[in-house]
């Protein structure tokens, strides 16, 4: 049977391979496996795309979402509003600087909707965190403008979209402090857990660095209580080197992208004229999502669903308030969406194959 995955790092390996272990070997070779000159030029490099003044390496995309949160003073008795559709880590992030995590509802497109952000702001509110999901960027006008009449710290949730442009301004540089997620799935990724967080505020950067490596202002000095978040220098050499190649990563995931959208634009929302999207996921809505799935399975296509319970009705939120029907445009799009493959080792026949298995489904479907 023909097997279609829906990742395939060992196919990413084995394009790098010959390039990549060099690399590997120099950084091993060097004896400075924790920060030094490997994660500074990193940093440096990552700033620059991101088209801000500082980058700070972390070890994951939510350590980036809990220190940024920190840094910036949010704490307990505040409110941040976020969205319900994202992966547990972005309202587990403002769990854990023991604020309060306020859900928005969703726009068809999956980001935020602002006019929900606007209506959830209350006198304890502190900051907004925007999702920018699948590679999408969030309306960032409207989220930007609000969070301005309301004097608000900006979040950006950028876990899934470096690389991504809103109006030619590329993710993570509209809020306060963006925060980047460079987990082995993501478009730019490690080979293990990395994570990253740019801003423009010079402070809050010295504070997140600090923050990262135990509070430490120097070996013997430590300021404030902090945790161990450094990202390790191998991880940042790995990263610096997919980092030549993203564009090339990212142009191959477009046109696998056009393909599918060529087959199946009743199925997605639509990429608009302003939107630079990478397409770390690409998300289809379906009406039996389950069946479809099945019947993909059976054809040797894998798929997966970015998410299928929202933040709010998940157990550990039960705390906070919230059921069934509290936000009807997330909760249907969690029993219809469906992610395809996508990666950008997929070729043409493979993606041809995937969209007549869909179209075949549906038309059965629509003659039953």
């Given amino acids: 049977m023909r097997r279609i995955p829906f990742v395939d790092l060992k196919a990413q390996f ?10 590997v070997e120099s950084c091993l070779a060097t004896g400075a496996w924790v920060g030094g000159e490997a994660v500074e030029r990193l940093e440096t490099d990552l700033a620059a795309r991101c088209g801000r003044a500082h980058a700070v390496a972390l070890n994951s995309g939510t ?3 809990i220190l940024g949160l920190k840094a910036l003073g949010i704490g307990p008795g505040d409110e941040v509003i976020t969205a319900p559709n994202s992966f547990i880590a972005s309202a587990g992030a403002i769990i854990a600087v023991g604020a309060v995590p306020v859900f928005a509802d969703v726009r068809p497109d999956q980001n935020i909707d602002p006019d929900a952000v606007a209506a959830a702001i209350t006198p304890r509110t502190r900051a907004i965190m925007p999702v920018h999901l699948t590679g999408r960027v969030a309306d960032m006008d409207a989220v930007t403008a ?11 949730d950028a876990a899934q979209s470096f690389g991504a442009r ?11 402090v963006g925060c980047f997620s460079a987990h082995p799935l993501k478009n730019l990724n490690a080979a293990g857990d990395a994570g990253f967080a740019v801003t423009d505020d010079a402070a809050l950067a010295e504070r997140l660095r ?3 490596s135990h509070g430490l202002a120097d070996r013997n000095s430590a300021p404030e209580w902090g945790l161990v978040s450094r990202m390790d220098a191998l991880q940042a050499a790995i990263l610096s080197f997919r980092l030549t190649r993203l564009a090339d990563v990212i142009e191959r995931r477009r046109a696998n992208a056009a393909l599918y959208r060529r087959h199946l634009a009743a199925f997605n929302a639509p990429c608009r004229d302003h939107e630079f999207n990478t397409f770390h996921l690409f998300v289809i809505q379906a009406d039996d999502r389950d ?8 054809q040797g296509i894998a798929t997966a669903i970015h998410y299928p319970i929202p933040i709010h009705l998940q157990p550990a939120a039960a705390g906070l308030g919230y059921g069934p029907g509290a936000f009807p445009e997330c909760e249907r799009q969690a029993a219809r969406i469906l992610s395809l493959p996508i990666h950008q080792f997929l070729p043409p026949e493979d993606i ?3 969209c007549d298995g869909i179209i075949r489904f549906m038309a059965a479907q629509g003659a039953s």
């Fill in 14 to 23: 084995a394009e790098e391979r010959e390039a990549l272990m060099p690399v």
């Fill in 63 to 65: 350590d980036a979402l």
């Fill in 146 to 156: 609000i969070a301005a009449r309301h004097n608000l710290a900006v979040v950006e």
């Fill in 166 to 176: 809103y109006r030619g301004r590329p993710a993570g540089s509209f809020g306060h």
């Fill in 210 to 212: 600090r923050l990262r």
């Fill in 291 to 298: 069946g479809l799935r099945s019947f993909l399975a059976e």
């Fill in 352 to 354: 041809d194959f995937v």
